[in-house]
């Protein structure tokens, strides 16, 4: 689904329009992004956690020479599904 159909799922279901749909949409994402920059989890019940992951710096290969890089330390957005969103996929 993308963005899009996202915004068209949520206009139809709660009635606003598209613009407003796309407005509540974006302000969703900023609020879970602005969460996770300050260090924050973000959980919303019945969906899952959002949280932010460290990588610890390590060596990889580039594949097409067998060069040996060095991989910096990171930080990435983690999720976990709740136990009643897995439910209602399986």
Do not use: H, Y
């Amino acid at each position: 689904m993308k963005k899009v159909e996202f915004v068209e799922a949520v206009a139809a279901k709660t009635g606003f329009t598209k613009a407003d749909a796309t407005r509540a949409a974006d302000a969703v994402w900023d609020v879970v992004k602005e969460a996770l920059v300050n260090g924050d989890k973000v959980a919303i019940a019945g969906f899952g956690t959002f949280s932010v992951g460290e990588r610890a710096a390590r060596e990889g290969r580039n594949p097409q020479t067998g060069e040996t890089v060095k991989i910096a330390a990171c930080k990435s957005a983690k999720f976990k599904a709740a136990s009643a969103l897995k439910d209602a996929l399986n």
